[in-house]
């Protein structure tokens, strides 16, 4: 099996940045295609991006493009959410996820860690 564990989160003021990161434990790290989701009170878990197999390779939703940037270190076994230029909107949950699929459906990711919190004030 695939084991998640995310780190970083706290409170930070509008406009701060923040760096989350996930420690993954599997067999096949290099082969896991890694993604962040996030869940904000009273709504929804919600896709924020993801990372390809080989790192070259992500996808953003909207909200995320041009603040926030996902990367992979395949040696070390670690994935990193930088978020910047932060808003109160992005209040939430932050869940780091890993599906041994290429570029799997949004909400069907397979592995799932245990969430860190961010907590954006204004």
């Known amino acids: 099996q695939v084991q998640l564990v995310e780190s970083g989160g706290g409170l930070v003021q509008a406009g701060g940045s923040v760096r989350l990161s996930c420690a993954v434990n599997g067999r096949s790290f290099s082969s896991l295609t890694l993604g962040w989701f996030r869940q904000a009170p009273g709504k929804e878990r919600e896709f924020v991006g993801g990372?390809?197999?080989?790192?070259?390779?992500?996808w953003y939703r909207d909200f995320a493009k041009g603040r926030f940037i996902i990367s992979r270190d395949n040696a070390k076994n670690t994935i990193s959410l930088q978020m910047n230029s932060l808003k109160p909107e992005d209040t939430a949950v932050y869940y780091c996820?890993?599906?041994?699929?290429?570029?799997?459906?949004?909400?069907?990711?397979?592995?799932w860690g245990q969430g860190t919190q961010v907590t954006v004030s204004s």
């Open positions: 990372v390809s197999w080989s790192g070259n390779t992500t």
């Open positions: 996820a890993a599906d041994r699929r290429y570029n799997p459906p949004d909400k069907q990711y397979v592995y």
